[in-house]
């Protein structure tokens, strides 16, 4: 596909940027000035709105200038290519393009990869109309646009156009809902992006994930000052279980008399299971417990490695969306691994069979891909509640915040002792950062309901919506069940999972939390709390 887009549209866009952050200057300018006095305006709180409105106003300039960017690379690589002869041959078309990058390089002062890398996805991005003009119109930033180029790679122009159309097409069939591109940080624009990808991409997850598979390894990388990188690429629930493993083991090992943070940790102990040094008793008690209260997944033992070269099943307080057709084998449709993404079907299945006695399926309808209910055979309701919030949520529901670690804690949107009651419209995950930043600040979040979390509101007034999972209808079998059952599925994965009741489940102690809104305000826990620092979320 050709360049497309003009520069017309991001042009008015800057022009208007610009002129909208000159007005900004000069109203700042004028309440610096002491003129406005005896208006009876809060100054200090004014000129602090114009900062966040002229953060605001550069970031969509900065996008605007970023589609200018992109259009003028992609157009001078195609105006290179229409000057090259005809009848040129494919050295000479290829040092052409070699040298269009270079001078591309030479122009921005920056490297040839860095330059290559910008051509190609500004071709891509101009190549997709609704992705360049919302990067024109400064309603997502570069790295955004970024994101749709790394995604539709690989995938036919059809399968690209269809991706782009469910993410920025409002009237395409079943569209993205919640929070716009734009809305969305980076990363978390890209879990989505990916998951969609995943689910339509033309070869099933199975194969690729086969391919990938065999390129798993371990790599050492010496670093400065003395210190060096270990990674290990893997599959998706084993990383996801050593992650959690050694995190719950950390949070375990914290408290008065330990001096390292998580972040410093999760290393350490990492370092000494592989080292087969294991932990000491206290510490591995302590650990043990953590695991008790729920980790997440991690790998079974604290103490020493057991079984070279055998990985162990996930321990797993953790949820697998996986549809009931895909558990039962009938299709290779993805399952969601919480904390990681999709997942091939017969991963889901492993964890299944394979997995620790905290596993908690959770079953799709095969209507509208909602999820129907977690596995289980004996619950508290308080821990079923929790475990649905945790379903919905996916992660602490603060706008951009990431957080999926175990510790995530429920909270009352409306104050227990304001009349909020307890159930899922007032109930949401957060942080124990974004939790107490909720308790002593004009933080706002929104109402909840069944399906969707709640969008906040900043002490400003800006809004931030929700970030929605976006279900989609799972795959039937083909030819295998008959169409009248999809009119009675809450019914037909009743009975699958009836079926399924050998599964193991596993209780975890829900009480480890204390919820904020149930505290009096003379609790002695306060003064611990308020004492304790505000640091980014492990």
């Known amino acids: 596909m050709g360049i ?29 000035s002491g003129a406005h006095a005896g208006v009876g305006m809060d100054v200090f709180q004014r000129r602090y709105e114009l900062c966040l409105e002229g953060l605001e106003l550069t970031a969509r300039l900065e996008a605007q200038l970023a589609a200018l960017k992109s259009r003028q690379a992609g157009r001078a690589v195609e105006l290179q290519q229409a000057m090259t002869p005809p009848d040129a041959s494919v050295e000479d078309r290829t040092y052409g393009d070699m040298s269009v990058v270079e001078e591309i390089a030479g122009v921005l002062t920056i490297s040839s990869a860095a330059a290559g890398a910008l051509v190609e996805h500004s071709r891509r991005i101009c190549s997709l109309p609704l992705v360049f003009d919302a ?199 993805p399952a969601v691994l919480d904390g990681f993404g999709p997942i091939p079907a017969s991963m889901a299945r492993r964890l299944v069979t394979d997995g620790a006695d905290s596993f908690y399926r959770v079953l799709v309808d095969p209507r509208d891909g909602a999820p129907l209910e977690i596995g289980r055979k004996n619950y508290r309701l308080s821990g079923a509640i929790k475990r649905w919030i945790r379903m919905r949520d996916t992660k602490c529901t603060f706008p951009g915040c990431t957080n999926r670690t175990p510790d995530n804690e429920t909270d009352h949107l409306q104050a227990w002792q304001h009349g909020g009651t307890t159930n899922v419209s007032n109930l949401a995950q957060l942080c124990p950062k974004h939790h107490r930043l909720k308790h002593h600040t004009r933080w706002t979040p929104d109402p909840a309901n069944k399906n969707e979390p709640p969008g906040w509101t900043s002490p400003t007034g800006r809004h931030y919506n929700p970030e929605h999972p976006d279900p989609e209808p799972t795959h039937w079998p083909p030819g295998t069940w008959s169409p009248l059952l999809q009119w009675d599925a809450p019914a037909v994965c009743h009975c699958l999972e009836a079926s399924l009741e050998n599964l193991p489940q596993w209780e975890p102690d829900d009480d480890r939390y204390v919820d904020l809104d149930d505290l009096p305000a003379d609790d002695p826990l306060w003064a611990e709390l308020l004492a304790t620092p505000l640091v980014p979320s492990g």
């Open 4 to 32: 497309g887009g003009g520069a017309g549209v991001a042009l008015e866009g800057v022009h208007a940027s610009i002129a909208a952050l000159d007005a900004l200057e000069k109203e700042d300018a004028f309440l610096a």
């Open 135 to 333: 990067l024109s119109a400064g309603d997502m930033s570069w790295q955004h646009a970024r994101i749709v180029a790394d995604e539709t790679e690989g995938l036919t122009t059809e399968g690209a156009l269809a991706l782009v159309a469910h993410f920025f097409d409002p009237d395409a069939p079943q569209p993205a809902r919640g929070a716009a591109p734009g809305e969305l940080v980076p990363s978390r624009f890209r879990a989505k992006v990916r998951s969609w990808r995943e689910r339509h991409h033309p070869e099933s997850i199975e194969k690729r994930h086969a391919k990938s598979a065999a390129d798993r390894r371990l790599e050492y990388t010496p670093d400065r000052d003395g210190m060096a990188w270990v990674s290990l690429y893997l599959p998706g629930d084993t990383a996801c279980a050593i992650w959690n493993r050694t995190t719950a083991i950390a949070r375990g090992l914290q408290g008065p008399a330990e001096p390292r943070t998580l972040t410093q940790l999760r290393p350490d102990i990492a370092a000494s299971l592989l080292l087969g040094a294991g932990v000491n008793h206290g510490a591995r008690n302590t650990a043990v417990h953590a695991e008790e209260d729920g980790p997440g997944p991690g790998v079974q033992g604290t103490q020493g490695v057991t079984g070279i070269g055998k990985v162990p099943a996930p321990r797993a307080d953790v949820l697998v969306t996986v549809p009931v057709f895909a558990l039962l084998g009938a299709t290779d449709e």
